[in-house]
Nanobody
Framework: QAQLVESGGGLVQAGGSLRLSCAASGRTFNNYVMGWFRQAPGKEREFVSAINRSGGYTNYADSVKGRFAISRDSAKNTVYLQMNSLKPEDTAVYYC?????????????????WGQGTQVTVSS
């Protein structure tokens, strides 16, 4: 079983940047496809980005393409989400998640493990 712990959230002005981290422990990190999701108040959890086991393939939601970048460091068992040019509509709790295959990677229901979330607030 994997345990996931996010960090790096906070308050930032519009146009600013943040880097989220998700540290994984438990079973072998390289076994998992990793994803980032977010949930704003009153809204459903939505897909942000995902990265395959090797780090060679990534997916992004249209709303964050060109602004966010996902990466993973196997030596540190950590996945990152670099967020640039942040907008107020990016405000949400951000969650990392893990699963064993890449099929249907944008569907939160397909993930096996979740972190506790980290709050990102972007002021205008």
């Amino acid at each position: 079983q994997a345990q996931l712990v996010e960090s790096g959230g906070g308050l930032v002005q519009a146009g600013g940047s943040l880097r989220l981290s998700c540290a994984a422990s438990g079973r072998t990190f390289n076994n998992y496809v990793m994803g980032w999701f977010r949930q704003a108040p009153g809204k459903e959890r939505e897909f942000v980005s995902a990265i395959n086991r090797s780090g060679g393939y990534t997916n992004y939601a249209d709303s964050v393409k060109g602004r966010f970048a996902i990466s993973r460091d196997s030596a540190k068992n950590t996945v990152y989400l670099q967020m640039n040019s942040l907008k107020p509509e990016d405000t949400a709790v951000y969650y990392c998640a893990a699963r064993t295959n890449y099929i249907g990677v944008t569907d939160p229901g397909n993930y096996d493990y979740w972190g506790q979330g980290t709050q990102v607030t972007v002021s205008s």
